[in-house]
């Protein structure tokens, strides 16, 4: 069991980050973003959770992240194994378990040897769009997010619009369309978001864009 969430205002995220350590005490990452670009910060939690600082910049345009607590195997703290996961221009936060992963690994032959589920979904996105040019990228994140079975709450991040998304199958994820906040874990101000249903972090708030085929398995992790 992992956890996402994000928010606009610095406060608030740290509030959420408190919030969602329950779900996963492994690793935790953040993902500053602005319109300069981008930083990913990801640290072990064993014995390190307070030794964790943000940058010392002024604040960010939106902060999102992620707790691990790994289902695949036990291992140790490494980058290349905690979330967000990228590739080119795709990075991608995940909770919760794809049972397809393997198949989807060899569907895609996937080039390099990662243990984690979650790795795949951005490769998927980079290789649909290498295959189909001319396709946007909502039309790409609706194909993906469609090839998933199992249970999947995700934060999709594109570093050549600077667009982000949301989307969960089978999972509780909690969001405020108007101030662009959302969590695995609710507070009295977030509400449940739909499975099936593509978000988009706009100025305007979260804002429906697209549905996906959700293959819900029926609980909620």
Known sequence: MCGI???????????????????????QS??????????????PLKGAATKYRFPKKKKFDYYLGHVQAPTSVVREF???????????????????????????????????????????????LFKLQSLASNDGEIDLIVQTLSMLKGTFGVWIHNTHTANTFLAKCGV???????????????T??????????????????L???ASFDCDNPFFLI
């Not at 953040?30 to 640290?43: C, L, Q, W």
């Not at 593509?198 to 305007?204: F, G, K, S």
């Open 5 to 27: 969430f994000g928010a606009t205002n610095r406060e608030k995220y740290l509030s959420l980050q408190k919030l969602n350590l329950s779900r996963g005490d492994f690793a």
């Open 207 to 209: 804002t429906t864009v």
């Open 78 to 124: 490494t980058s290349n194994t905690s979330h967000p996961f990228f590739v080119e221009n795709w990075i991608v936060a995940h909770n919760g378990v794809l049972t397809n992963f393997k198949e989807l690994v060899n569907s895609f032959e996937m080039p390099y040897d990662n243990p984690v589920d979650s790795s795949i979904i951005p490769f998927i």
């Open 30 to 43: 953040t993902m500053f973003i602005d319109r300069e670009g981008y930083e990913i910060h990801k640290v």
């Open 172 to 186: 509780t994820l909690y969001g405020d369309i108007y101030e662009n906040t959302f969590s695995s874990i609710k």
């Open 188 to 205: 009295d101000d977030l509400t449940q978001l739909e499975d099936g249903i593509l978000y988009q972090i706009t100025r305007e708030g």
